[in-house]
Structures are given as structure tokens and as C-alpha cells.
């Protein structure tokens, strides 16, 4: 069985990414389970916390997470034309000790998708993930897209997919990705 490490870059309870997030388990191809984490409870990153505590327990088993998976999948929303705050937050703790990025990140199949009710379904955030991605030595798939505008049309008022053709956009880039993971 082939694992990926979901996480959605938002807390709101009615997330669109989330609900992406949620879609995308349901329609992993055979052999590959998406486990959905979460970056809830991961504390802002503060270098004195680190210095005197250490690494956050919810981090530290993040880290362990993502490091024992075969791949990651970040959904990312868009905030101010970049990506959220509180998700590189979450990125930049799991991205310490810098010593622990070969074992987390470095060479690990990694993809980017978001959703936003706006036109653009997070193209500019899901580029500014770039150098973060390359930062953490991260093997990012680019046999893909996924880019959902118009979020409030395609999700129902319970966060569920309903529209067909984004499925399908969905089932066909998960099917990429996976292809890329287990190659
Ligand atoms: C501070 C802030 C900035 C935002 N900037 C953008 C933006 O640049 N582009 C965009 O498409 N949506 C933007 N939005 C709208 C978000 O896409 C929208 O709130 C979305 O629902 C967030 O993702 P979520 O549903 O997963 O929480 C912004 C929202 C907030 C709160």
C-alpha cells in the first residue's frame, strides 16, 4: 500500500481545501490511501520555544508523519496572491531542526492544489509554495494541475463535491500523482 500525507492549509471548519482534501481521499486510485492530517494545535513558530522546549509535540509527530509516508499532498488556499500564513507556519516547524529536512522532505514526491471562490483557484499560491518546496529538497510533481475557482459552485453546503467535471479533474490528477509516487 502506498501512503500520502494530506493537510489541508486551513482551520475554518467550512474550508474549501479541506473539503478538496476530503474529496481527493475518497478518489485515490487503488493502492493508495491519503491519510488526512491536520495543522491544527501546531503552535506559531517562535525560535526561544524551540531553543528551550524543543519541537512541539504535534510537530515532532507530524514530522515522523510525513517522514514515514511515501509522498505529501498540500491544499493550499490563497491569501493575498501567496499562501496563508498559518500553513508555512506549520511548514517551517516541520522543516525543524534544519538537520531533519533530508529525512522529512529531501526527495519526497510532493504536489500542490488548492481551491478559492475567486477566479483563479489559487494559481498564485500554489507557485509561491515553489521555493519552499525546492528550499526543503522536495521532489515536486508538475505532471499536473489542480486549480478550483469558484469554490461556493462546486462544493455543497455540507463541504461535499458535487460538481462532475472537477471529479474528474480531481480523479485524473490524483491518478498523476500516484503514478509519479510509486514510479
Ligand atoms: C486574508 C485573506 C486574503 C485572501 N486573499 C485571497 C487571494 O489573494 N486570492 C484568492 O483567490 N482568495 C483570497 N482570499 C479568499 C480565500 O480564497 C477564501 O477565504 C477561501 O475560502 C479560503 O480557503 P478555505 O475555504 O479553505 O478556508 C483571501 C482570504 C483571506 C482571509
Known amino acids: 500500500m502506498t501512503t500520502i500525507i494530506g493537510v489541508s492549509g486551513s482551520l475554518r471548519r467550512g474550508s474549501f481545501n479541506s473539503a478538496l482534501l476530503r474529496a481527493a481521499a475518497a478518489l485515490m486510485p487503488v493502492g493508495v490511501e491519503l491519510k488526512i492530517e491536520s495543522i491544527e494545535g501546531i503552535p506559531l513558530y517562535n525560535g526561544d520555544v524551540e531553543a528551550s522546549e524543543g519541537i512541539p509535540n504535534r510537530v515532532a509527530e507530524l514530522k515522523t508523519t510525513i ?3 511515501d509522498g505529501s499532498l498540500l491544499v493550499t488556499p ?23 529536512i533530508p529525512s522529512v522532505f529531501g526527495g519526497k514526491p510532493v504536489v ?9 483557484g489559487t494559481a498564485l499560491s500554489q507557485n509561491a509554495w515553489l521555493p519552499v518546496l525546492r528550499t526543503l529538497g522536495t521532489k515536486p510533481w508538475f505532471g499536473g494541475r489542480l486549480l478550483v475557482s469558484r469554490a461556493q459552485t462546486i462544493f455543497d453546503e455540507h463541504g461535499s463535491l458535487k460538481d462532475e467535471v472537477t471529479r474528474k479533474q480531481l480523479e485524473q490528477f490524483l491518478k498523476g500523482f500516484a503514478e509519479f509516487v510509486q514510479a
Open 67 to 69: 517522514a514515514g509516508a
Open 78 to 100: 490563497e491569501y493575498n496572491n501567496s499562501m496563508p500564513g498559518v500553513f508555512k507556519n506549520a511548514i517551517d516547524w516541520l522543516s525543524r531542526p534544519a538537520s531533519d
Open 112 to 120: 500542490v492544489m488548492g481551491a478559492s471562490p475567486g477566479r483563479f
